[in-house]
């Protein structure tokens, strides 16, 4: 295990903010504390990173996938409304529109013949 300080000016946070960041996306992080430091007039966060030194860690990417070749063309229609309702609903209440219904659920539900309670109980991830 490795430790990694970054100490980042409260004043400056955005020129430092991507090095930390890229740091934390490309490495396995076991840890962060972080502090803020106050010395005579400058202000500071300190973090204070512990992860594995490992040349062969890669961030795990999901494969986007094309919903257009899935679903036939009615169900994609239906899950293009239900997805621009989705958006709609995540605006509204200032979430992350997976929060509401990942992709993988909206295309579960296009392709349900009918949508009620029932149906939708038995889409996984819906309860």
Same mark, same amino acid.
């Given at each position: 295990?490795?430790?990694?300080? =970054? ?8 020129? =430092? ?17 972080? @502090? ?7 202000? =500071? %966060? ?29 169900? =994609? ?5 239900? #997805?621009? %309702? #989705? ?26 013949? @009918? ?13």
């Amino acid at each position: 295990m490795q430790i990694k300080l =970054f100490t980042i000016p409260i004043n400056n946070i955005e020129d =430092f903010n991507t090095e930390l960041n890229n740091f934390l996306k490309n490495n396995k992080i076991i840890d962060v504390e972080k @502090h803020l430091i106050t010395l005579k007039n400058n202000v =500071f %966060w300190c973090f204070s990173v512990s992860y594995i030194d490992s040349p062969q860690f890669q961030p795990k990417q999901k494969e986007k996938i094309d919903y257009f070749n899935i679903l036939n063309t009615q169900d =994609f229609s239906i899950f293009s409304k239900i #997805r621009a %309702w #989705r958006k709609e609903k995540s605006d509204i209440e200032k979430i992350p529109p997976y929060i509401i219904f990942t992709d993988a659920e909206l295309a579960e539900i296009a392709k349900l013949p @009918h949508i009620n309670i029932e149906t939708l109980k038995s889409i996984k991830g819906l309860g």
